[in-house]
């Protein structure tokens, strides 16, 4: 039987809400698929914070060398301060497993509505890819002064031409291996005249490898007019760490809500072990009221079957998703009254084959 080595680090707010719920669907589909899952439970996040002054051991990256995958619930205490959180776990395993290409698909799933007129199903299926190494989240600046009037802060941006090179050449193979192959670079180039320029530049290097794709450049601001006024004028796009980052949010909020929007932080050389985590963040409003929705961290857990060899279960696990949300199984953050149980149940249902939804 075929085995894999799972790191659930679930962390804070519905963080362990959704990953429990991600973890029952991804037994019952290994179940049915001929696989095995082998789960190791981390309680890193704000409450190891708060017990040890660390969000995390000092040997956890080590400890999650040997996982296969590492399946991520969301950082975040509102008695913390985030810069805090987000450095001291999520983007430390980033960097530290050299986890450069952060892929966010994003579609409208059949009875969800979006807020955008005549758009639905079908209308709106992009794949936005973020360069999740350096850029404007390098970590590079400092303060001087503090608390004077002349004080200082700077935050450097970083865009190194192997950084750049390797996140456009993943983004075009990517549109590559989309049906329309086609790929829109986002950048901010006429105000960023030296990163941004050079983004443009081996952009246009890049694309002479891929002459089956075709390619568009879009300014930063100007798509995010171009993502609501002509949706269907877009399909793989790519852009820095910062400017993905925004977009991002505005594609799941396009397509319902930030519930149902998942994220995979790849090491596409597969040196360490892929991160892989719903984007909806702590959501601290709703923690314990039992309505998070669980879809965003099932789609991620697709996302991680992909990555692992599993094509048949991640789309049997998109199916199931997709069958629950037609039969109007949703949760309040997109109109609906199920609680993250109800749905969990229904796609687990869907999945046996038994009991599921009319």
């Known amino acids: 039987m075929r085995r894999h080595r799972i790191a659930a680090i679930p962390a804070d707010g519905i963080g362990p809400e959704v990953i429990s719920a991600g973890l029952e669907v991804l037994e019952a589909l290994a179940a049915r698929a001929g696989f095995a899952l082998d789960v190791d439970h981390y309680d890193w996040g704000s409450d190891y914070y708060k017990r040890t002054g660390r969000m995390m051991p000092a040997d956890g990256l080590e400890r999650l060398r040997a996982a296969d995958a590492i399946y991520f619930g969301a950082v975040g205490a509102p008695d913390l301060p985030d810069h805090i959180t987000l450095w001291g776990l999520r983007l430390a395993i980033c960097q530290g497993f050299n986890q450069y290409a952060n892929v966010r698909p994003t579609r409208i799933l059949p009875g969800i509505t979006s807020p955008l007129r005549d758009v639905g199903p ?4 992009w794949l936005i890819v973020r360069e999740n190494s350096e850029g404007e989240y390098a970590g590079q600046g400092g303060r001087s002064h503090r608390g004077r009037p002349e004080e200082i802060a700077t935050e450097v941006s970083i865009f190194t031409r192997t950084g ?3 996140i456009l050449r993943f983004a075009f193979r990517v549109a590559q291996s989309r049906p329309r192959k086609h790929l829109t670079v986002v950048t901010k180039s006429n105000a960023q005249r030296f990163g941004m320029v050079m983004w443009d530049e081996i952009a246009a290097e890049v694309a002479a490898e891929f002459p089956d794709v075709t390619w568009d450049k879009e300014l930063v601001d100007a798509m995010t007019l171009r993502m609501v006024r002509r949706p269907r004028s877009l399909d793989t796009m790519v852009a ?3 400017h993905a980052d ?4 505005l594609a799941a909020a396009l397509a319902g ?5 998942p994220t995979a932080n790849i090491d596409p050389e597969r040196q360490f072990p892929s991160m892989f985590e719903p984007i909806h963040g702590s959501a601290f409003d709703i923690t314990g009221k039992g309505i998070a929705n669980p879809v965003a961290t099932f789609w991620t857990g697709a996302m991680m079957l992909e990555h692992l060899g599993e094509p048949a279960a991640a789309a049997a696990m998109m199916a199931a998703v997709e069958q629950v949300c037609a039969a109007g199984i949703l949760t309040p953050d ?3 009254t199920a609680t993250t149980a109800d749905v ?4 687990c249902d869907a999945i046996r084959g038994a009991n599921a939804p009319a």
């Open 122 to 125: 079908g209308d709106l299926d």
């Open 164 to 166: 750049v090179s390797r």
């Open 240 to 242: 820095t760490n910062l």
């Open 246 to 249: 925004i977009l991002t949010d």
């Open 257 to 261: 809500s930030l519930g149902v929007a």
């Open 334 to 336: 997109i109109g609906g």
């Open 344 to 347: 969990t149940r229904a796609v």
